[in-house]
């Protein structure tokens, strides 16, 4: 038996939040009749079912209204709509309907307290890996042999821009091609001319290796990449230019070349490895008396902090001059923070009260600029961290590259072989959206491919098609949308770290796939439904899917078709509370007027597509 249309929108089309209290509008299909409609909530732990009233109508649809108050024991509301038809009844929850009262994780939920800054998903973000992306100042190059990384076992060399990067020999981490600073500032222009609007730096602080992750000083830029004052000169353009800038905040190890640490005894001071007796010998996890430590993962150049040392935690974030506050303030005033490993650090091994770590990193950002976005590294499921009282967003792997990587490349983030229908694809999206709240789900940092994976051209084989529909999708999908330094420009690489090639400048006037991205960038960045809009599931089949974003007025449909052939698919459009008016292929020239509520649209073999619906009628 079909299931009625009964849909939810968490936007403020559909939530308003009032003093003490939430108002939720409800839609529901007309030709269904309904005995009761109700939505469910526990403002003391108990269930109280608060009955709703009709509010308004379209031909097709009838829209239900009711106010609710706000839990005053918790930051988050939770709550899910119970209607009774005939002799059964209907949820509706965040993943979708059912016949029986949801599990608690997928409700819809609300946080009062907590919300991300309203500029992040207004954003199209930007990841630079610094060695790779340009040489702006050759004269500050790490020369071969300069030093040695790994705890001085491993020199460093210098390579020749595009020399191809070692992925066999284990000197991945010491290859050095010159990016730093200075490249990134003459590269503002194209950036911009991209659609560019925020910038996420990969570690930039002083530190051994290429990829910086393993910080030996929090408080100053590496001499290779820049100085702090032209890193400030840098902030300072970008925020000229109406630009965005976000830091890599690595704090839950550092390198064995920390003053703190200090392995090879280049700093003045005893450091942790030196002698039981340093007074940074608690900053880290030894066993007793040796030089026996834990390094994160095992990693033995990477010795994880112990934030139960008051300490580090006055260092990091708890003091007034702590690193986290620091690069927020002038002369720098970055606009967020992305926590490395998030979720990791904490007391000692098996990360002991993370969360109140993560919470305290949230407050102190968020004590000097209210509106910075605290990011967090989650490479799997990161439910319980975006709640709204830790993290703004994550680096949406689980549930948006992980299920596009599965069903368009056919594989996990393993290498391991998947199948995975359109079905199961779209649950997995879902699934992923409503555990957390609407606000969260808008900031998540969605991304084909980064510095820790293969490059999505590399996994769909180069294959043209299945890489602009990717695109297309990452452009349209809910959260804000990041790219990877030169996946505009379909760059190849397997994993780290022959995902890390030289940005190729050279291919930049030849590329196919650049103009495609400076048209999306451009659609999502003029489109209120592509930045804040609901997600209305409108059509799907074996090989095919077209949902819509929709808010204040602005309407596009975004539609898919993962087969070899052309499709023509017929849509409900009513269930946009719409009947009448046109949409237009913004990536295609196709034109679709509609009448009663449904449209026809026709999506070529392996292609996604975006309509912008024009001259709307109820």
Same mark, same amino acid.
Not at 169 to 181: A, K
Not at 195 to 210: E, H, K, M, Q, R
Not at 256 to 266: D, S
Not at 317 to 345: C, E, N, T
């Given at each position: ?13 559909? @939530?308003?939040?009032? !003093? ?72 509706? =929850? ?27 998903? !207004?954003? @199209? ?23 040695? @990384? ?29 990016? =730093? ?40 830029? #590496? ?58 010998? #608690? ?5 007793? #008396? ?29 003091? =007034? ?72 967003? +994550? ?5 948006? +590259? ?51 994976? +293969? ?52 291919? @930049? ?110």
């Amino acid at each position: 038996m079909t299931s009625p249309f009964i849909y939810h929108g968490q936007s403020r089309d559909w @939530v308003t939040k009032n !003093e003490g209290s939430l108002t939720l509008i409800l839609a529901t299909e007309k030709c269904y009749t309904f005995e009761k409609v109700m939505v469910r909530h526990e403002p003391d732990n108990e269930e109280v079912l608060a009955e709703m009233t009709p509010c308004g109508e379209t031909s097709q649809l009838q829209y239900w209204q009711a106010t609710i108050a706000l839990n005053s024991d918790r930051d988050i509301t939770h709550y899910v709509f119970k209607l009774l038809c005939g002799t059964g009844q209907y949820w509706l =929850d965040g993943k979708g309907l059912s016949h029986r009262v949801p599990g608690k994780e997928t409700h819809f939920k609300y946080n009062t307290q907590h919300q991300p800054p309203e500029w992040v998903s !207004e954003q @199209v973000f930007y990841q630079i890996f610094p060695d790779r992306f340009c040489n702006g100042k050759p004269e500050i190059s790490v020369q071969s042999n300069e030093y040695a @990384v790994s705890g001085g076992t491993k020199p460093v060399i210098a390579k020749q821009w595009g020399e191809p990067v070692d992925t066999s020999n284990g000197t991945g981490g010491c290859e050095f091609y010159g990016g =730093d600073l200075y490249g990134v500032e003459q590269k503002l222009d194209y950036l911009q001319q991209l659609g560019v609007t925020a910038l996420y730096l990969n570690p930039i602080f002083d530190a051994p290796s290429n990829h910086k992750y393993d910080t030996a000083d929090y408080s100053q830029i #590496d001499p290779h990449l820049g100085t702090n004052e032209h890193f400030a000169k840098l902030c300072q353009t970008l925020h000229q230019r109406d630009m965005k800038i976000m830091l890599d905040a690595v704090f839950n190890h550092t390198s064995t070349e920390h003053p703190w640490f200090n392995l090879q005894g280049k700093h003045n001071e005893v450091g942790a490895f030196q002698s039981p007796d340093s007074p940074y010998r #608690d900053y880290y996890f030894f066993q007793g #008396d040796s030089q026996d430590y834990i390094g994160w993962k095992g990693i033995k150049s990477l010795p994880v902090l112990n934030f139960e040392n008051p300490q580090v935690r006055e260092t990091i974030y708890d003091g =007034d001059d702590a690193i986290i506050k620091q690069w927020l303030r002038p002369p720098y005033s970055i606009d967020g923070w992305r926590f490395d490993v998030i979720h990791m650090l904490g007391e000692g091994e098996g990360a002991r009260n993370n969360a109140h770590y993560v919470n305290a990193f949230r407050q102190s950002a968020k004590q000097v600029n209210p509106d910075c976005y605290v990011l967090g590294e989650h490479f799997f499921e990161a439910t319980q961290w975006l709640q709204g009282d830790q993290e703004d967003g +994550a680096m949406n792997y689980y549930g948006f +590259a992980h299920p596009v990587r599965a069903l368009l490349a056919k594989l996990d983030i393993s290498f391991d072989p998947i199948q995975l229908s359109v079905a199961e694809f779209l649950d997995w999206q879902s699934e992923a959206r409503a555990k957390i709240p609407w606000a969260n789900q808008l900031s998540q940092l969605n991304q084909l491919d980064s510095h820790d994976t +293969a490059r999505f051209m590399e996994l769909v084989k180069a294959e043209p098609k299945l890489f602009n529909l990717a695109a297309t999708l990452l452009f349209s999908y809910v959260g804000t949308p990041c790219i990877y330094y030169g996946t505009e420009l379909g760059m190849q690489g397997s994993h780290d770290p022959d995902n890390r090639r030289c940005m190729p400048w050279e291919r @930049v006037e030849s590329s196919l796939y650049l103009p495609m991205f400076q048209k999306l960038i451009t659609l999502r960045t003029h489109s209120l439904a592509l930045q804040k809009g609901d997600y209305i599931p409108l059509y799907q089949d074996d090989d095919s899917f077209v949902f819509a974003r929709q808010y204040q007025g602005d309407v596009v449909l975004c539609g898919f078709n993962l087969s070899e052939n052309a499709k023509t698919l017929p849509l409900p459009v009513w269930k946009l509370g719409i009947q009448h008016g046109q949409f237009t292929g913004l990536l295609s020239s196709d034109r679709a007027a509609f009448n009663e509520g449904y449209v026809t649209i026709t999506l070529s073999g392996q292609s996604g597509d975006l309509y912008q619906a024009c001259h709307l009628k109820a």
